[in-house]
């Protein structure tokens, strides 16, 4: 009897292993990555200090994203995949959830269009430092 529970067992913990392995993928909330930041430039200092006050609560300071919000620093939101005009979008109008399960991006009525500018820099210049493209 015991010896055939043994295998059963080592069956059923595979199972699980793989199940968790491929029901995610890596797109599941939680998914952060580790981000270096380069020596900013004036404009891209003040967009990172706007960021953290209006992103940071879910894409993380540093945009490595959190278990809120996706990361920007990826290869998702390089600038031939998602251009500036994604996020003069997303700020305005928000996001519904479509590459990631942390559900909708709600409009951020507190930046302007210029905050949201000195985003993009901040943001391009730490997705280049970090070989995004
Ligand atoms: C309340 C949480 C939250 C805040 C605050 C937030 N975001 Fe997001 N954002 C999200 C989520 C969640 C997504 C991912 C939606 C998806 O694709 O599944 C997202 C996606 C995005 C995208 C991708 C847009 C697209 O077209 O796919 C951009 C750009 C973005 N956010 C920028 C910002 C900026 C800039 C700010 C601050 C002004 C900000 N976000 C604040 C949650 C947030």
């Known amino acids: 009897m015991k010896d055939k529970m043994v295998p059963l067992l080592v ?8 199940y968790f392995l491929f ?6 909330p939680g998914t952060s990555v580790a981000v270096k930041l380069p020596v900013l430039s004036s ?14 609560q879910c894409h993380g300071p ?3 994203g959190t ?21 003069y979008r997303a700020a305005a109008t928000g996001v519904r959830a479509h590459h990631w ?8 009525r507190t930046v302007t269009t210029q905050d949201v500018s000195k985003i993009i820099v901040f943001i ?5 430092a970090n070989g995004v493209f």
Not at 11 to 18: E, K, P, Q, S
Not at 23 to 28: A, D, E, I, L
Not at 67 to 87: S, V
């Open 23 to 28: 029901s995610g993928g890596g797109k599941k």
């Open 124 to 128: 391009r210049d730490v997705q280049k």
């Open 101 to 108: 399960r942390f559900g909708n991006m709600p409009p951020i």
């Open 11 to 18: 069956i059923g913990a595979l199972i699980m292993g793989v």
């Open 62 to 64: 540093n945009a490595g």
């Open 43 to 56: 404009t891209a200092a003040g967009g990172q200090a706007i960021f953290k006050t209006n992103c940071s």
């Open 67 to 87: 278990t809120q919000g996706p990361p920007l620093i990826h290869k998702y939101y390089e600038p031939n995949h998602h251009a500036d005009g994604a996020f």
